[in-house]
């Protein structure tokens, strides 16, 4: 019962709203101490570079030193095989390489050491490996250092889930564009926040693509990000020292396109009164983005075709034929292929723009990336108007993963704003989310809740983030709240919480 129990307080501390890597190293904190190990770890397995990388580890005084390759080492060997590895006593093992911590001669002699592979079956019923999860304990009997090794299997499982996050996480980096220092405010409006399998294939098709010349058709619906992806293959191209010209084809009048596209001369037009260049001279030896290109007139689909094939351009009212170099990244939300058959979009134009093209789903269809993203909204005007707003309650989560997001990146991000800009508290909760989020199909319910039933969620939802705060203590939640203990005594014991939950 006792490692039971463990797991089962494992599987509490990772139900909270914490940060990821905050959780996960104060769940080995806690296990390590539970089960009287001396140190405990968590190396993550990057399939990109095939490297292991220590990330999160409890009870070592140093830093890791070392990367591990598949098959490298008792670690390495664990990756490779997905098996676990007990080893009786560390310094009798040739396999254990110790160079990430370093132990001394002394914890050689006296420590064991377990390591059993985090992983999950993927849709294809094969193990798919995340990571190792390790722990040196002092040195036990074979019979007891298996019971242990089980231990750690089915705290492996438990984890799991959240490690292949951190893989996620760890991917990430070949994917991202690399900026200076000082671009570090352009970074902050500029990052990419995702823990979707969507949205990494997507950054590895990014990747391959912006290197290249080739153009590229991003589509997906408004608000799913298609203008900071085009930014992302901008700064990971060839011409990322060069300029990256925007515009949205929406935005502007029919008869003003083709100016802004490829600039006038001067007395072309009512109102040119001077010689302006277009967005094509602008871009030269960079990139060009034009947002909604299914909004062009077919005159100007023509002329943006050639300018694409032939690499020049004529301003209006002009003669002269101007030579442009430029990297052409197009997005659109409509269905181009519809349109070519009505009529309205040229076909010629449409095979030369999808010569790479990049599907980025709804919101709806990643909703592993909701939270993530609400948590960077709320950091970020949480510093933008000076709240100390420090996460969001469950329930508020729960709203938000199960709310269809027609507007998809956008309105979460306006939501978020909003929900910053009236919070004067420490937690993000329901009422501070915008009405939309509270209806029946967002909140899983298909009729308003009675009066006295909302008054009585509203009190459970209070109790228990007091709980959460005051670690189960009953007395500080009285005095939190400014209520009589019999009174929260009561209300804990009518909704049927359990404080115990949430001792820490």
Known sequence: MHYLDILKEAVLELSFSKPLREGLTHLLEHVAKKMGYRHMSLAIFDPISQMIEFTIYSGYAKVPQKTYAPGEGIIGQVVKEKKPIIVPVMGDEPRFLNLA?????????????????????????????????????????????????????????????????????LTKKHFLPEFGKGDESEVQKEKIVFSSKAMSKIMTQISQVAPSKATVLLRGESGTGKELIAEAIHKLSKVKDGPLIKLNCAALPADLIESELFGHEKGAFTGAIHTKKGKFELAHKGTLFLDEIAELSLEAQAKLLRAIQEGEIQRVGGEKVIQVDVRIVCATHQPLEKLIQEKKFREDLYFRINVFPVYIPALRERRDDILPLA????????????KKIKRISTPAIDLLVQYHWPGNVRELKNCMERAVLICNEEVIRTYHLPPTLQTAESSATDIQLPFAEAVAKFEQEILIEALKKAKGNMLQVARELKASYRVINYKIKKYNINPKKFVR
């Open 101 to 169: 911590f370093n132990r001394d001669i002394q914890d050689l002699k006296r420590l064991s050491f377990i390591a059993v592979p985090v992983l999950l079956k993927n849709n294809d019923g094969l193990a798919e490996i995340f990571g190792v999860l390790t722990a040196d304990i002092p040195r036990r009997s074979l019979e007891i250092l298996k019971e242990q090794s089980e231990f750690l299997e089915l705290l492996a499982i438990i984890i799991a889930r959240h490690t292949s996050y951190l893989q996620d996480e």
């Open 375 to 386: 948590e960077h909204f709320l950091e970020y005007y949480a510093n933008e108007y000076n």
